[in-house]
């Protein structure tokens, strides 16, 4: 099990630019996370998928967010003409169904920069 | 969303107990209690969960109180890899989401 990795761990862009973001969940995981995280503040939720399906989107998630996990495994996160307040850490999780309270497993984000 | 009441900072010393508070006063009868802790540079981890009675596991005790309006994370000795930010955070079981609500968390502070 080697737990849920992101890719890129960092990423620089300009003001404009899109970028795109992935994360591969922790195998049969069927739930699947993104949180956006500011500096001194906790994670805020942005949307969740089950299997394929994005089940619940946050206000956050304005038109230039777009997620997908088209097969149900891993999830890319999108953002269309960055702007500066988009720098953050983006925080993906995974969590088993079946369970009620099962835990959401973190990957160790993705931290951009929009200059 | 049921908010919950945290302290900014704590500090403890090495190898004390460390008993961090969280205030839930507007809980719900279908909402549990979780605890997760972001060491620097990580993503959150899970530590502990309950709902109406005590939780011990290897990483920690849960306490709750018995009106449920707060709750107690008792971590027995702490270590210097336990300083982080502490968070709790209540999810209800009957809504039919699964997504955390974050607040800002008490920041663990251990001193050797």
């Known amino acids: 099990d080697t737990g849920v990795s992101q890719n890129p761990r960092h990423k620089i862009t300009k003001r404009g630019q899109n970028v795109t973001f992935r994360c591969d969940p922790i195998?049969?995981?069927?739930?699947l996370y993104w949180y956006r995280q500011t500096l001194g503040q906790g994670p805020e939720f942005l949307t969740y998928?089950?299997?394929?399906?994005?089940?619940?989107k946050s206000r956050l998630l304005s038109d230039r967010f777009s997620a997908e996990r088209p097969k149900g495994s891993f999830s890319t996160l999108e953002i269309q003409r960055t702007e500066q307040g988009d720098s953050a850490m983006y925080l993906c999780?995974?969590?088993?169904?079946?369970?009620?309270?099962?835990?959401?497993?973190f990957g160790p984000g993705t931290r951009l920069t929009v200059l | 969303d049921a908010k919950t009441t945290q302290p900014n900072s704590m500090e403890s010393n090495e190898e004390e107990p460390v008993h961090l508070p969280c205030n839930h006063s507007?809980?719900?009868?279908?909402?549990?209690i979780h605890w997760y802790r972001q060491l620097p540079s990580q993503g959150p981890e899970y530590v502990i969960h309950?709902?109406?009675s005590n939780v011990n596991n290897r990483m920690a005790s849960l306490a709750i109180a018995e009106d449920r309006k707060s709750s107690t994370l008792i971590l027995h000795r702490a270590t210097l890899r336990d300083a982080a930010v502490y968070y709790c955070?209540?999810?209800?079981?009957?809504?039919?989401?699964?997504?955390?609500?974050f607040g800002t968390g008490t920041r663990l502070k251990v001193l050797a």
């Open positions: 999780a995974s969590s088993i169904s079946g369970r009620a309270q099962s835990e959401q497993f």
């Open positions: 195998s049969e995981h069927n739930r």
């Open positions: 998928f089950q299997n394929e399906a994005q089940l619940e």
């Open positions: 507007t809980i719900s009868g279908t909402d549990y």
């Open positions: 309950g709902l109406t």
């Open positions: 955070i209540l999810r209800d079981v009957g809504s039919g989401t699964y997504k955390y609500i």
